[in-house]
């Protein structure tokens, strides 16, 4: 059986999130994918932006740092930014770095505390 090609949790792309409006982060962007596989498949993965700036994600908390996770990708995942988008009609390429099972679980774990 041949397995379907579908990016992992924790693969980092770069993609255009272009069109976009009011706050939204917009333009080209590296992204953090935050869903499983087995979810990527739907081709919707949900991903979170990151940003070299990002002051609002800062302020309100909502961002994970990239520092020392062992990427050439530097600054912050804005889980304040999170959205569902098509890869392959936003021009996603794999960048094939991804980020460390330790990091993703506290990235996954802030993204959780917006709900409570």
């Known amino acids: ?3 379907k090609q579908a990016p992992e949790r924790g693969d980092i792309y770069h993609l255009d999130l272009r069109p976009s409006s009011g706050r939204e982060q917009t333009g080209k ?3 953090l994918i935050l869903t499983s596989r087995d979810y ?5 993965p949900y991903v979170a932006p990151i940003t070299t700036v990002g002051n609002a ?3 309100g908390g909502t961002y994970v740092s990239l520092s020392g996770a062992g990427t050439s990708v530097t600054g912050i995942i804005q889980l304040d930014q999170v959205k569902a988008v098509d890869l392959l ?6 960048t094939g770095e991804s980020v460390p099972a330790t ?10 505390s917006i709900f409570e």
């Open 89 to 94: 009609a936003r021009n996603g390429s794999k």
């Open 1 to 3: 059986m041949v397995r």
């Open 40 to 44: 990527n498949l739907t081709h919707l």
């Open 103 to 112: 990091l993703m679980d506290d990235v996954l774990a802030r993204f959780s």
């Open 29 to 31: 962007h590296y992204v």
């Open 57 to 59: 994600s800062r302020a």
